[in-house]
């Protein structure tokens, strides 16, 4: 099936004597999530087939460059009957698993009616969310007893869920650190090694707006004892580079962006945009160290996954407001994994210290590498827990 991403349902459902199994993840966190059980699912049963909806474009072409055979993309239907049931009688999904957080109601319902077997797998139930449902019980007992199970990333999760009337629930830790790590162009690598040479580079993964006027700021005063250091900044959202771009000019610092054509840095560049989907591995494998974006952010940040950083030998620095990943973050702390920065003074100072030293440096590299290995079987437990329910369509 040449064609894996489109809008509307012009894609047939794969005929045959198959079974299709239908996973929604909101956008680009909850689709790379859905990537790692993907594989493992359609390793396990070869006769299951995958449709997977987002909701965003950016989610819909990370799953159109990254799903395997026996896998393709729909954006999923509006919240609203008409289109549910439009929905359903094409695709006549056989289970779903919804992955983490996004409950919609006339999904869920419609879902119970046909007695169609649904799965909440990485669920996760933050603080707001919580006193928001607890004020509709019955409301949110009606919706999630039509998960048959709950896979809850943590103990916290579990609990809250249970209170709301989970029918049933397990803790299974979170998937995230079961991914693979991000893939990237070995041939660019040593490219852009070659380029830096013994440059200091430091890397802002997955920035959001707010956080890349603080590394503007950062680098225009770090400049003055580390000349020969490249910020490295990949936002999260591409299309923001003209606005990174008005920002850029109110700097006296040289910067330059990647672009379509993947425009390598230059040896006098102080800020190098990378305004390209797709990439962010190789950044981690080139960078020492990552602070990870939208953890300082003007939204009220949350966080993103750390684990990618980890994996690809990066020494991993956050910020505080890292609240939806707040347990991954916590765990990564104990082992000594991850530095946290209150604010953007703070984050200079961790910056500037681990560049200037390389024992520290490495120190935390290797602490996020093990943590990130000691972790990867997450994936075994969770297909413990689905293989019953697939077994049985």
């Not at 999760?157 to 009337?165: E, I, P, S, V, Y």
Request: glycine share 4%; net charge negative; hydrophobic share 40%.
């Amino acid at each position: 099936m040449a064609e894996k991403c489109t809008r509307d349902f012009s894609l047939p459902r794969p005929a045959g004597n198959i079974n299709l199994l239908w996973i929604h993840g909101a956008s680009v966190g909850e689709a790379q999530s859905s990537l790692i059980l993907i594989d493992h699912l359609l390793e396990a049963y070869p006769s299951l087939h995958i449709i997977v909806t987002t909701g965003t474009l950016t989610s819909a072409e990370l799953m159109k460059d990254r799903l395997p055979d026996r896998a393709f993309h729909q954006f999923c239907p509006l919240d609203h009957p008409e289109f549910i049931s439009k929905f359903l009688n094409h695709w006549r999904p056989d289970c779903a698993i919804w992955m983490e957080s996004e409950l919609w109601p006339n999904i869920l319902n419609e879902l119970k009616q046909r007695s169609i077997p649904a799965i909440l797998v990485n669920a996760h139930m933050s603080s707001k969310s919580f006193k928001l449902w607890k004020r509709f019980t019955s409301f949110s007992r009606h919706i999630l007893d039509t998960f048959e199970i709950i896979l809850c990333q943590s103990d916290m999760d579990k609990q809250r869920f249970d209170l709301l009337g989970a029918k049933q629930s397990v803790v299974t830790d979170n998937i995230k650190y079961s991914a693979a790590p991000l893939t990237y162009s070995e041939d660019d690598l040593m490219l852009l090694r070659d380029i830096l040479g013994e440059r200091h580079i430091c890397l802002y993964a997955s920035t959001h707006e707010g956080e890349e006027v603080k590394t503007f700021n950062i680098h225009e005063r770090l400049k003055q004892s580390l000349p020969n250091l490249l910020g490295i900044i990949v936002p999260r959202h591409p299309e923001r580079r003209n606005e990174i771009s008005r920002l850029s000019s109110k700097y006296a610092l040289k910067t330059s962006f990647r672009g379509e054509s993947k425009t390598p840095p230059k040896n006098d560049d102080d800020i190098y945009i990378v305004d390209t989907l797709g990439e962010l591995g190789l950044f981690y494998a080139l960078s020492p160290v990552a602070y990870i974006g939208r953890s300082l952010s003007n939204d009220g940040g949350g966080g993103h996954n750390p684990i990618e950083a980890a994996q690809l030998g990066c020494a991993v620095i956050h910020g505080s407001k890292i609240q939806n990943l707040q347990d991954i973050y916590d765990q990564m702390h104990s082992k000594k994994a991850a530095l946290v920065a209150k604010d953007e003074a703070e984050l200079e100072q961790i910056i500037s210290a681990l560049l200037t030293d390389q024992d520290k440096c490495a120190s935390l590299q290797r602490s996020a590498s093990a943590f990130a290995k000691e972790k990867s079987g997450v994936i075994k437990t969770i297909i413990k827990e689905i293989s019953p329910y697939l077994d049985c369509i």
